[in-house]
């Protein structure tokens, strides 16, 4: 596609359930990032893939957390037994190659009730 | 680490000139990046500095020093939509993870 896409935009879950994050990202990027982004804060790190290669998984809070991207396109990121801290947004990113600019998605709204 | 520094929030007036400083550590840099992000929005990017010396974009330059791990945003002739969050990240030698700092809100007045 024309840019990064993040599906849902909004998702609202219920403590305890699972739930995926979609991001597809702008077509050929080799690299491939997830963010978590606090009101008035920086885009933290979560994970990043080169390919379907998970290269940095140490920004995951917790073993809940979990992400891959199988084919090296469309990525996943997955909570299980989501908790109320959980709730934040939660952004998608590519890159041409290691070495360029990331583009960002729209992000997911995510909401733990 | 990877502890990237700049100022939480600044203000300016319509049409100077300002800077935001980024101060960030040194071991294993692979880039300095800048990022705007209006409120509600996603980061958007602005700039990119490799090597040492000063990258000029229409209103917005960007300068790096890799010895003092250092960089800075300048905006010039500011106009009021220029109000938003500027982001500074640094990326990895090692495959290339890109880390941001805590953005810096700019606030333009008239």
């Known amino acids: 596609g024309a840019g990064v896409s993040q599906s849902p935009r909004y998702k609202v879950t219920k403590r305890g359930q699972d739930v995926a994050l979609r991001c597809d990202p702008i077509?050929?990027?080799?690299?491939l990032y997830w963010y978590r982004q606090a009101l008035g804060q920086g885009p933290e790190f979560l994970t990043y893939f080169n390919y379907e290669a998970q290269q940095d998984k140490s920004g995951l809070p917790n073993d809940r957390f979990s992400a891959e991207r199988p084919e090296g396109s469309i990525s996943t990121l997955t909570i299980q037994r989501t908790e109320q801290r959980d709730s934040a947004m939660y952004r998608c990113?590519?890159?041409?190659?290691?070495?360029?600019?990331?583009?960002f998605g729209q992000g997911t709204r995510l909401t733990v009730v | 680490g990877q502890n990237i520094d700049q100022p939480t929030e600044m203000t300016a007036t319509e049409g100077a000139i300002v800077q935001i400083n980024c101060t960030y550590q040194t071991s294993g840099f692979n880039g300095l990046f800048w990022y705007q992000q209006h409120a509600g929005e996603a980061p958007t990017f602005l700039s990119y500095n490799v090597l040492d010396g000063l990258e000029e974009k229409g209103r917005f330059s960007s300068f790096l020093s890799r010895s003092k791990g250092y960089s800075y945003l300048l905006l010039k002739e500011l106009q009021m939509k220029d109000s938003a969050s500027y982001l500074c990240?640094?990326?990895?030698?090692?495959?290339?993870?890109?880390?941001f700092g805590q953005g810096t809100e700019l606030s333009v007045k008239p």
């Open positions: 077509s050929g990027h080799v690299s």
């Open positions: 990113a590519s890159s041409a190659d290691t070495n360029t600019e990331a583009f």
């Open positions: 990240a640094r990326r990895n030698n090692q495959g290339g993870k890109l880390i």
